[in-house]
T-cell receptor
Framework: DAKTTQPTSMDCAEGRAANLPCNHS???????VYWYRQIHSQGPQYIIH???NNETNEMASLIITEDRKSSTLILPHATLRDTAVYYC??????????????FGQGTILTVHP | NAGVMQNPRHLVRRRGQEARLRCSPM?????VYWYRQLPEEGLKFMVY????????ESGMPKERFSAEFPKEGPSILRIQQVVRGDSAAYFC??????????????FGPGTRLTVL
């Protein structure tokens, strides 16, 4: 799976949009971008995923650049409960590695009042 | 629809004992994954199972660890002769059947294993 690079930490004010970047410059055509988060040692929570088009769901939006070398997760109105470690994962579909998720260090997002 | 269930949530064992961790996948899910998170470290994949089959065990330690997902009942991660280095949070995830993306994995709350 392609390697991802994320900032170690970010801050965001409550009520503002949180924009979390992820670089995946070696991504290949059949690799998806997934985002998960882990709140204070709970089980990871799925947020969103995409291949090449921008995606939106009730939790967040995912913006993938046209060359697919980077993406941004957007939490439109961050709350204190969004404080968590956010993981950007690029995942190959097919072959023998299609099962597992490879977690990096992620971005520690702190939402403050 | 209940989520992924894991039990026990906390497990304390003495060195040399056996630990059994259980995972009940979400209803309709037939794929199960186990991950381990050591203290202050990231999540690491251990094993991927489908009913009665181990698909990928590339992340499993070579000794003392085993996993199964029987036709009936929960998936079991078994650690024999536990050592202090096995102390960690063990997370189970499940995904629906089929080989088409997205097979989004949904995680359980984890089992915190402490080895004394």
């Amino acid at each position: 799976d392609a390697k991802t690079t994320q900032p170690t930490s970010m801050d965001c004010a409550e009520g503002r949009a949180a924009n979390l970047p992820c670089n995946h410059s070696t991504i290949s055509g059949n690799e998806y971008v997934y985002w998960y988060r882990q709140i204070h040692s709970q089980g990871p929570q799925y947020i969103i995923h995409g291949l090449k088009n921008n995606e939106t769901n009730e939790m967040a939006s995912l913006i993938i650049t046209e060359d697919r070398k980077s993406s941004t997760l957007i939490l439109p109105h961050a709350t204190l409960r969004d404080t968590a470690v956010y993981y950007c994962i690029v995942r190959l579909w097919g072959g023998t590695s299609y099962g597992k998720l490879t977690f990096g260090q992620g971005t520690i997002l702190t939402v403050h009042p | 629809n209940a989520g992924v269930m894991q039990n026990p949530r906390h497990l304390v064992r003495r060195r040399g004992q056996e630990a059994r961790l259980r995972c009940s996948p979400m209803k309709g899910h037939s794929h199960v994954y186990w991950y381990r998170q050591l203290p202050e470290e990231g999540l690491k994949f251990m094993v991927y199972l489908q009913k009665e089959n181990i698909i990928d065990e590339s992340g499993m330690p070579k000794e003392r660890f085993s996993a199964e997902f029987p036709k009936e009942g929960p998936s079991i991660l078994r650690i024999q002769q536990v050592v202090r280095g096995d102390s960690a949070a063990y997370f189970c995830a499940s995904s629906p059947p089929g080989l088409f993306p997205p097979d989004t994995q949904y995680f359980g709350p984890g089992t915190r294993l402490t080895v004394l």
